[in-house]
């Protein structure tokens, strides 16, 4: 089972540059969602999606980009990284929703802005 | 002020020991809580998942609930090596609700 895959492993970016973290996912979960982890700051939702089509903010949403074409793949874009978002990025899913379902985690992807 | 608040370690023990591991909330309606277990360069798995006060027992793991305190926590029993991870716990207002509010997480060393 391959659950919530998350690529890449790392990246290393220049203030300015864009990028697409990709997140998928085989369990035919309808809920997806995109968090940080920060030292000190825990977990924070940047967007969730509850179905293809659908997608909504979260917590710290600025700076990000999300759209939900398929059921299976949440991409998550940087329009124009900067210092502030170097981050542990993690994608998760559940079959309705994190309160009637657990949330599934990617591995994460660990990223640098210089 | 945070939501959510959790004791920010970290925790060294001993193998064997009792591990308590503790959150306190502000936000009264919050109905659902969860602890997640996370391993280093790994994300966080789920633990534990209850619904109203009271203790729910899994194993060597019991998570209690004391809703009029605001105040929940994660007890490990005969703790062992394996459990040193990063615990964040976790609560939603309701089953529809999209977004989950998680602590900053406790990190815990079981030594041999």
């Known amino acids: 089972n391959a659950g919530v895959t998350q690529t890449p492993k790392f990246q290393v970016l220049k203030t300015g540059q864009s990028m697409t973290l990709q997140c998928a996912q085989d369990m035919n979960h309808e809920y997806m969602s995109w968090y940080r982890q920060d030292p000190g700051m825990g977990l924070r939702l940047i967007h969730y999606?509850?179905?293809?089509?659908?997608?909504d903010q979260g917590e710290v949403p600025n700076g990000y980009n999300v759209s939900r074409s398929t059921t299976e793949d949440f991409p998550l874009r940087l329009l124009s990284a900067a210092p502030s978002q170097t981050s542990v990025y993690f994608c998760?899913?559940?079959?309705?929703?994190?309160?009637?379902?657990?949330?599934?985690f990617g591995n994460g992807t660990r990223l640098t802005v210089t | 002020q945070k939501e959510v608040e959790q004791d920010p370690g970290p925790l060294s023990v001993p193998e064997g020991a009792i591990v308590s591991l503790n959150c306190t909330y502000s936000n009264s309606a919050f109905q659902y809580f969860m602890w997640y277990r996370q391993y280093s360069r790994k994300g966080p798995e789920l633990l534990m998942y209850t619904y109203s006060s009271g203790n729910k027992e899994d194993g060597r793991f019991t998570a209690q609930v004391d809703k009029s305190s605001k105040y929940i926590s994660l007890f490990i029993r005969d703790s062992q090596p394996s459990d040193s991870a990063t615990y964040l716990c976790?609560?939603?207002?309701?089953?529809?609700?999209?977004?989950?509010?998680f602590g900053d997480g406790t990190t815990l060393t079981v030594k041999p």
């Open positions: 998760a899913s559940s079959e309705r929703g994190p309160g009637g379902s657990p949330l599934h």
């Open positions: 976790a609560m939603i207002i309701n089953t529809n609700a999209g977004k989950s509010t």
């Open positions: 999606s509850v179905g293809a089509g659908i997608t």
